[in-house]
């Protein structure tokens, strides 16, 4: 089955700069890849999502590029701010999401003011 | 539209004893997905349903069971609780080849 990694486990990044972090996953067939976002004691929010067909997708600060050959993406958020702070996971699926989502283990981002 | 919601949102039961949790997805939305979400597991997936027909299970024990109503609501149970079921339960609902929205979860505790 699929397997998705996902590093740092923690980052700390100073206000108003970018924090950048990878996933890498394993089956080849995964063409759907979203990132949520969970603050402490909520749901998981989706901040953005790429599909296979598309190699980088932005919105206002935040990126995500996928390479489907070194099958990895990452999650780019630029001039950061307190309310950046949350744990964050990627997530890999194939058919498009129709299938499970498999989980990174997540990384918590702290920004520093 | 309204959010994908669960209850109930928190519950102490004791090893052993069996329980039922809720999921009502975004009106229109047809797939049902459950994930649980420990500190030491991260979230992982439990089952999908889709038009009252599970789709997809995870790997999780024959404890752990779900049915979707003609309505798309969705309920889980697990029977049999044990410590190591303590966790965060939270459901999704999507569109067909769609973004899946997380609903509040239910925090289960077992002592």
């Known amino acids: ?113 | 539209k309204a959010g994908v919601t669960q209850t109930p949102r928190y519950l102490i039961k004791t090893r052993g004893q069996q329980v039922t949790l809720s999921c009502s997805p975004i009106s229109g939305h047809r797939s049902v997905s459950w994930y649980q979400q420990t500190p030491g597991q991260g979230l992982q997936f439990l089952f999908e349903y889709f038009s009252e027909t599970q789709r997809n299970k995870g790997n999780f024990p024959g404890r752990f069971s779900g049915r979707q109503f003609s309505n798309s609501r969705s309920e889980m149970n697990v029977s049999t609780l044990e410590l190591g079921d303590s966790a965060l339960y939270l459901c999704a609902s999507s569109l067909f080849q769609d973004t899946q929205y997380f609903g509040p979860g239910t925090r289960l505790t077992v002592l």
């Open chain 1, 1 to 113: 089955g699929e397997n998705v990694e996902q590093h740092p486990s923690t980052l700390s990044v100073q206000e108003g700069d970018s924090a950048v972090i990878k996933c890498t996953y394993s089956d080849s067939a995964s063409n759907y890849f979203p990132w949520y976002k969970q603050e402490l004691g909520k749901r998981p929010q989706l901040i953005i999502d790429i599909r296979s067909n598309v190699g980088e997708k932005k919105d206002q600060r935040i990126a995500v590029t996928l390479n489907k050959t070194a099958k990895h993406f990452s999650l780019h958020i630029t001039e950061t701010q307190p309310e950046d702070s949350a744990v964050y996971f990627c997530a890999a699926s194939t058919n498009f999401g129709n299938e499970k989502l498999t989980f990174g283990t997540g990384t918590r981002l702290t920004i520093i003011p």
